[in-house]
C-alpha cells in the first residue's frame, strides 16, 4: 500500500531565527512527516543576516532528532504558494502570538487558500515566548539588553559578532 508523505511548510524571515520560530518548526513536526522551513526573502533587500547564514543558524538549532524530517531551503522572490507547489507541501504553518500576528495572517492565508486552495494551519504560540520577534531580540540586544533564552546560543554568539550588544547604546 502507498503512504502519503504529509508535508508542511514553515514560512518566514528567520533573521534571525528564534525560540519562537523552532517551538513551532517543532510541533509542526508532530502533526506533519516532513517539514520544509522556507527562508523566503525579497533579493531587493538587505537583512540583518546574509540568507545562507540564516539557513545555518535554522539548521544548528534543531533538534538532532527532527533532522531527518525538517529541511531548510530559501526562495527569493517566490510567492509562497509556489514555494508550498514546488515542494509538495499541502499546508502551511504558522505561529499566533497575540491579536496583532492574527490580524496580519489572516488576509495572508485567505489570499494563499484563494490562490491555491493551499490551507493555513494556526498554531497558538507559547505564552512565554510571546513577546520574542527576531526584530525585538535584535533591538533589545542592540541596545544592551539581555535576550538569553529568547534565541538559541548560536545565534546569540552570532548576534554578538555582528552587532555587539550595546553597540548601538548611547
Ligand atoms: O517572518 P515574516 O517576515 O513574518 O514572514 C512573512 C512571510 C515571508 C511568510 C510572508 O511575507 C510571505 O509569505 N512572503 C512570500 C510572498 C507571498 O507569498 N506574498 C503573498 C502573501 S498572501
Given at each position: 500500500m502507498r503512504t502519503l508523505t504529509r508535508r508542511c511548510v514553515c514560512p518566514g524571515?528567520?533573521?534571525?531565527?528564534?525560540h519562537g520560530h523552532l517551538d513551532v518548526v517543532e510541533r509542526a513536526a508532530t502533526l506533519f512527516d516532513e517539514v520544509v522551513v522556507a527562508v523566503l526573502h525579497n533579493p531587493a533587500k538587505n537583512g540583518t543576516f546574509e540568507v545562507p547564514r540564516r539557513i545555518e543558524l535554522i539548521h544548528a538549532s534543531l533538534p538532532e532528532e527532527l533532522r531527518d524530517r525538517v529541511r531548510v531551503e530559501a526562495f527569493a522572490g517566490r510567492l509562497l504558494v509556489d514555494v508550498c507547489r514546488d515542494v509538495g507541501a499541502t499546508a502551511i504553518v504558522k505561529g499566533l502570538r497575540g491579536g496583532t500576528d492574527f490580524a496580519y495572517e489572516m488576509p495572508m492565508a485567505r489570499m494563499n487558500k484563494h490562490l491555491t486552495g493551499v490551507e493555513t494551519v494556526f498554531l497558538p504560540g507559547d505564552p512565554t515566548l510571546e513577546h520574542v520577534s527576531s526584530s525585538l531580540v535584535k533591538e533589545v540586544h542592540r541596545y544592551g539588553g539581555d535576550i538569553t533564552g529568547m534565541v538559541p546560543d548560536v545565534v546569540l554568539a552570532a548576534l554578538e559578532e555582528l552587532e555587539p550588544r550595546g553597540s548601538a547604546a548611547g
Open positions: 524571515s528567520f533573521d534571525p531565527v528564534t
